[in-house]
């Protein structure tokens, strides 16, 4: 059976990569939601790849996407995969610029709440899977982490939840460890109490392939 993935964050990273083998490697279909779109995904099948260029940060206008998700969403088989996330702001707790701390709560927390909320609303029949895409943060506190271990465990726990209440769909939290992505770049270049921590897994090669990765997680749900 034909299945449609709804993936947020897709134009790097884990996100990126799980599109690609889906479209590359199975017949299911990809709906994403992105800032951006790639190159690549430019030259996708679009019988089996939309994308809704969406700021998931933008939760006033949410109305926007659940409108276009209505419009593309035409199957009794979903899988939901609430990746996009953001690492900022590094920096300690009464350091937070108001507009960071903002978009963090809202990227990182509200905006998938609130896509699982209307998923549930909009076809009550279905046949759901949900994965989020979690971290260690979500259980380790780190020094000038606070709103991405607070954002992350509180993502995980709705999650938790959600499995609770629906015991007959799949459910899981996934945390798919140290990838090779952009966002590993970005800590490398910041300064923060662990940053040697996160410097040793590029010099030593403890980072994994996002490719290998995604692979795995799709192989499980399909």
């Not at 702001?89 to 937070?96: K, L, T, V, W, Y």
């Not at 992505?181 to 921590?197: A, N, S």
């Not at 490719?211 to 795995?216: K, W």
Request: overall charge neutral.
């Amino acid at each position: 059976m034909i299945k449609t993935f709804i993936i947020t964050g897709t134009t790097t990273g884990l996100g990126e990569s799980l599109v690609d083998f889906i479209i590359n490697e199975t017949p299911h279909q990809v709906i994403a939601i992105s800032r951006h779109i790639t190159q690549r995904q430019l030259q996708y099948d679009k019988t089996r790849f939309d994308i809704i260029l969406f700021d998931l940060n933008r939760i006033n206008l949410i109305h926007e996407l659940f409108s276009r998700l209505g419009n593309l969403v035409q199957t009794n088989n979903l899988v939901f995969i609430s990746n996009a996330g953001t690492i900022d702001p590094i920096d300690s707790i009464g350091s937070f610029a108001e507009e960071d701390l903002k978009r963090a709560i809202h990227v990182n927390f509200v905006a998938p709440v609130l896509i699982v909320n209307h998923l549930l609303k909009l076809i009550k029949d279905n046949s759901f899977s949900f994965i989020n895409i979690s971290s260690g943060a979500a259980k380790r506190p780190l020094s000038g982490w606070g709103m991405y271990c607070a954002t992350k465990s509180a993502t995980s726990m709705f999650f938790d939840v959600l499995k609770v209440e629906n015991p007959d769909f799949v459910v899981k939290n996934v945390d798919p460890g140290v990838l090779d992505t952009p966002m590993q770049e970005k800590l490398r270049e910041r300064h923060f109490k662990d940053v040697e921590e996160f410097i040793k897994f590029k010099t030593t090669g403890l980072l994994k392939n996002p490719d290998v990765v995604a692979a795995q997680i799709i192989k499980e749900f399909i």
